[in-house]
């Protein structure tokens, strides 16, 4: 990745690898590594779920020497080359943080038979962006659902800035609902807190989620997403067990501590665990 002062994972490489491979053995409890921004490795019974991963420095190199620089803040967990063993992989919307060529289409080449989930509405941007047919996405939208690898997904719409919906009015940014054995786990994608979405939550019975806490501000350029004192409260008043924040220390410019946030779960008692880069959290 070649800039320095970065900040290092708590594994990485080699040493995250390990860390997966030894969750295997434990086939009672969910496994979850964050891989930074708001890509996340789940692991159910040796199956594994990848979220919006970004591995790559892609987005470096597209804005070096430009008026909105993407400063790494922290340094690559792993290869997507090394990631052979993955069942789904999901983007949320066409954003490279969350749909990135150099990380997917090595994946796709690394796992055959693997899973690609995707918005219905960006499959064809999704296709060209990565070479492959049309029909091989799976597409989701709004309440529409499918079971892959022994993982149902359900499309919740996200709102990155707005609800954004194409000519047939299928909804353009997402969120995942993942259900397995007797877990739910909500991946938001980037969203902000709309009218309804604590309601479309809360029939779920949700076990984890996976909140942005990177806010919005004007002179970013970029469309915002939940703050901290937004995610901890979403998660609260949609009865939601646990809460991890996502989707900051990655570029520099737009980037927020987990200050806010902690200390906004703290006041409400809203359950919540703090994760570094290529950390893991299990069940209990």
């Known amino acids: 990745m070649g800039q ?18 030894r969750a295997r053995e434990d086939r009672t409890q969910v496994h ?3 891989l930074g921004q708001s890509g996340f490795l789940i692991q159910w019974q040796g199956r594994h779920l990848l979220l919006d991963p970004y591995l790559s420095d892609s987005l470096t190199k597209k804005y070096a020497g430009t008026d909105k620089p993407h400063v790494r803040m922290t340094e690559r967990v792993v290869d997507p080359e090394r990631l052979d063993f993955i069942d789904v992989v999901t983007s949320s919307h066409n954003h490279t943080d969350h749909l990135d060529a150099e990380t997917l289409i090595p994946l796709l080449h690394r796992n055959p038979g693997v899973k690609l989930i995707v918005p219905e509405a960006n499959r064809r941007f999704v296709a060209e962006r990565l070479g492959i047919d049309e029909a091989f996405p799976i ?9 892959v690898a022994g993982f149902s997904l359900t499309g919740i719409p996200a709102a990155h800035e707005e609800l954004d919906t194409d000519e047939q009015g299928k909804h353009r940014f997402l ?22 979405l604590v309601e479309r939550l809360r029939k779920f019975s949700i076990d ?13 350029r970029v469309p ?42 703290r006041k409400i008692g809203q359950p919540y665990k703090v994760l570094r880069a290529g950390e893991r959290w299990s069940s209990s």
Do not use: Q
């Open 139 to 147: 597409g989701l939208d709004d309440g529409v659902s499918a079971s």
């Open 4 to 21: 320095r002062n970065l900040i290092k994972p708590v594994l990485a490489d080699e040493a995250f690898l390990e860390d997966v491979a």
């Open 175 to 196: 969120g995942y609902v993942v259900s397995f054995g007797r877990w739910t786990l909500y991946h938001s994608g980037d969203t902000v807190w709309y009218d309804g």
């Open 224 to 265: 915002g997403n939940l703050d901290g004192r937004e995610a901890a409260r979403l998660a609260f008043e949609a009865g939601i067990r646990l809460v991890i924040p996502c989707h900051y220390e990655m570029f520099a410019f737009n980037t927020a501590t987990t200050d806010l946030f902690e200390s906004e779960a």
């Open 208 to 220: 984890v989620a996976l909140l942005p806490i990177n806010g919005r501000a004007p002179e970013r």
């Open 32 to 34: 979850l590594w964050w």
